[in-house]
């Protein structure tokens, strides 16, 4: 079920009206390492809003006070290629990763519009970072380029001064934290993530330290 939608905005980069718009999703983390809530979380999404096709797109550096040591981006970008693998309406997008530096959205959202300005963006992010909106960089203006949909998560509440488009999906308390936790500490990781992906982590050796 979807809940209080977003209201229509302008967006100021010129668009080609030839072109019908395409709807696109876009998840973006540190996927450090990516895990089935993530694409619970997708799939949920990209049903309910219809749309056309879901980005997950790994951060080269976060800019969120909670920094938290990621393991080397082409590495968790191929995690990501592992989880999407048998789904043709998901996609990798590495314009963070190529980019370098903090990844803001801002600046990243600037750069798919040029690239891409017939499709019309759709940025899912969880209930702890609605709460985080008004410290993000540049909010005023990012809000005017995207729609933001909001995941209810434990804790926080379903609200924010800005747009967002709630939409219910099932709280799955999968964190990427307890995965490199239990693998620290030699606990199973199976069913928290794709069998590919816990094959990776094995072959690779990776949270390990």
């Known amino acids: 079920m979807v809940t209080n939608p977003l209201s229509q905005t302008q967006?100021?980069?010129?668009?080609?009206?030839?072109?019908?718009?395409?709807?696109?999703?876009?998840?973006?983390?540190?996927?450090?390492?990516?895990?089935?809530?993530?694409?619970?979380?997708?799939?949920?999404?990209?049903?309910?809003?219809?749309?056309?096709?879901?980005?997950?797109?790994?951060?080269?550096?976060?800019?969120?006070?909670?920094?938290?040591?990621?393991?080397?981006?082409?590495?968790?970008?191929k995690m990501v290629e592992l989880c999407i693998a048998d789904n043709d309406r998901f996609s990798i997008e590495d314009a963070e990763l190529k980019r370098g530096g903090v990844s803001y959205t801002y600046d990243t959202i600037v750069e798919l519009k040029k690239k891409h300005p017939n499709y019309e963006y759709y940025f899912i992010i969880g209930g702890d970072m609605v709460a985080y909106l008004?410290?993000?960089?540049?909010?005023?203006?990012?809000?005017?380029?995207v729609h933001f949909v909001g995941v209810a998560r434990t804790g926080y509440l379903r609200k924010s001064k800005y747009p967002v488009m709630w939409v219910d999906v099932p709280l799955i308390e999968i964190s990427s934290t307890q995965i490199r936790w239990n693998i620290q500490h030699n606990c199973s990781i199976k069913y928290l993530v794709p069998e590919s992906v816990e094959k990776y982590i094995k072959e690779e050796g990776l949270y390990l330290e």
Do not use: C
């Open 11 to 77: 967006v100021e980069i010129k668009q080609d009206s030839s072109e019908a718009k395409k709807r696109v999703g876009i998840l973006g983390g540190t996927f450090n390492p990516p895990h089935m809530g993530h694409l619970i979380i997708a799939q949920q999404v990209m049903e309910q809003l219809d749309l056309d096709e879901l980005f997950f797109m790994p951060d080269y550096v976060p800019p969120h006070i909670d920094h938290k040591d990621a393991i080397a981006g082409k590495k968790r970008e």
């Open 134 to 145: 008004p410290k993000w960089y540049h909010i005023e203006e990012l809000i005017k380029l």
